[in-house]
């Protein structure tokens, strides 16, 4: 074999496989660029050992929750930054309202393509619709927590992190609303709910089911959800430092109207009803809470079951008394909303069409 022909033999193969792999260096020189905002939970708890159930909320810093989840440098240019480290019981509006506004200050740069915001289950759903409501932009935003601390047996918040980091680069995600990215499901805002207190597949969506599936960074989407969020809402925080008090009033049988009083005198401005049935309280209950109404109280009627909307004037009459009927959101999603609304005068009307759009 003469030397030029021994060179034509390695060259062209090699050749052939510089092609074959530009396409992936140029996918790689253009990963998304995906921002994780950190704001405690187990997702960051640690345990002493890996099967005992005590444990702290968010002891892990956000670059120790990353270093924990091999690979996920393959899916997006990933950078962290620690909001807060709480468990999410002492979540507050004012962490809350930071969030939303870091949220926006960073989905106006063109060097970000999606947001995750780590976060504990136990208030999740109230936080992806507080998001789902006040932040500015169709970008992927998306919440992600576990249900076993990080130093468990079996802890799902690894994969959890990176499934939801492979929705957040993922631009199908766009134009969804905020999204919850949990044991392989995505669920979004206004639907989900945490139905197990200890079970790792938590989250569910009994009326509206899944907007799609994480596997392993492929994500399948099965739906956009139909309700107002994100771009298309009129709720503007930019210049909110705090929100009206709204309690919840969990209702049972043969309940004491004090409820309502008691909240009505220590200052809430609007009352979710947590109801049987169909957003139903009792006589006595009606009474308080119609008075509450004659003091510019805003009574919103919601149900403590866990699946199913409330009307309006089935078997309370919302138009002689002044209530407002949730419709599909449980009572902790229904506070979110007239806290939100009760930032701007309303009649009760336009505070009823807000239940029916978001
Ligand atoms: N209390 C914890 C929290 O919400 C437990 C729930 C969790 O993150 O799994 O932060």
């Keep these: 074999m003469t030397m030029k022909s021994f060179h034509k033999i390695w060259i062209a193969p090699l050749i052939v496989a510089i092609l074959m792999h530009a396409p992936a260096v140029r996918a790689q020189t253009k990963k998304p660029n995906v921002i994780i905002l950190a704001t405690g939970g187990t997702i960051a708890g640690a345990a002493a050992t890996g099967t005992q159930a005590g444990y702290q909320s968010g002891a892990v810093t956000i670059d120790a929750m990353i270093a924990a989840v091999p690979g996920v440098g393959d899916l997006a240019n990933i950078k962290g930054e620690q909001i807060a480290n709480v468990g999410s019981q002492d979540m507050s509006f004012d962490i809350l309202i930071k969030l939303a506004k870091r949220i926006n200050d960073l989905a106006k740069s063109a060097d970000v393509d999606?947001?995750?915001?780590?976060?504990?289950?136990?208030?999740?759903?109230e936080s992806a619709f507080f998001l789902n409501l006040t932040v500015k932009t169709d970008k992927p935003v998306v919440l992600v927590g576990s249900m076993r601390p990080s130093t468990a047996v079996s802890a799902d918040g690894p994969l959890n992190l990176y499934n939801a980091v492979g929705v957040a680069?993922?631009?199908?995600?766009?134009?969804?609303?905020?999204?919850?990215?949990?044991?392989?499901w995505i669920q979004d805002a206004h639907s989900l709910t945490k139905t197990s207190t200890t079970a790792v597949q938590t989250f569910m969506s009994p009326l509206r089911g899944l907007v799609g599936t994480a596997n392993y960074g492929k994500n399948d989407f099965f739906k956009t959800p139909g309700w107002k969020h994100t771009t298309q809402s009129e709720f503007d925080i930019t210049n909110v430092t705090q929100l009206p008090r709204v309690d919840?009033?969990?209702?049972?049988?043969?309940?004491?109207?004090?409820?309502?009083?008691?909240?009505?005198?220590?200052?809430?401005?609007?009352?979710?009803?947590?109801?049987?049935g169909n957003g139903n309280i009792n006589k006595a209950a009606v009474h308080a809470a119609a008075n509450a109404v004659k003091k510019g109280v805003v009574i919103?009627?919601?149900?403590?079951?866990?699946?199913?909307?409330?009307?309006?004037?089935?078997?309370?009459?919302?138009?002689?008394?002044?209530?407002?009927?949730?419709?599909?959101?449980?009572?902790?999603?229904a506070r979110i909303l007239l806290s939100l609304a009760l930032l701007t005068k309303r009649t009760p009307e336009e505070i009823q069409k807000l239940y029916y759009e978001y």
């Design 300 to 333: 919103v009627r919601s149900s403590r079951v866990p699946t199913g909307s409330v009307g309006r004037k089935v078997e309370i009459d919302d138009d002689k008394f002044g209530f407002i009927a949730s419709d599909e959101l449980n009572p902790q999603k």
């Design 114 to 125: 999606g947001i995750v915001v780590t976060h504990g289950t136990d208030t999740m759903e």
């Design 169 to 184: 680069a993922d631009p199908k995600a766009k134009g969804r609303g905020v999204l919850v990215v949990m044991n392989d």
């Design 248 to 276: 919840v009033i969990f209702a049972s049988l043969d309940m004491s109207p004090d409820l309502i009083d008691c909240s009505v005198a220590n200052g809430a401005k609007g009352i979710v009803i947590a109801g049987v």
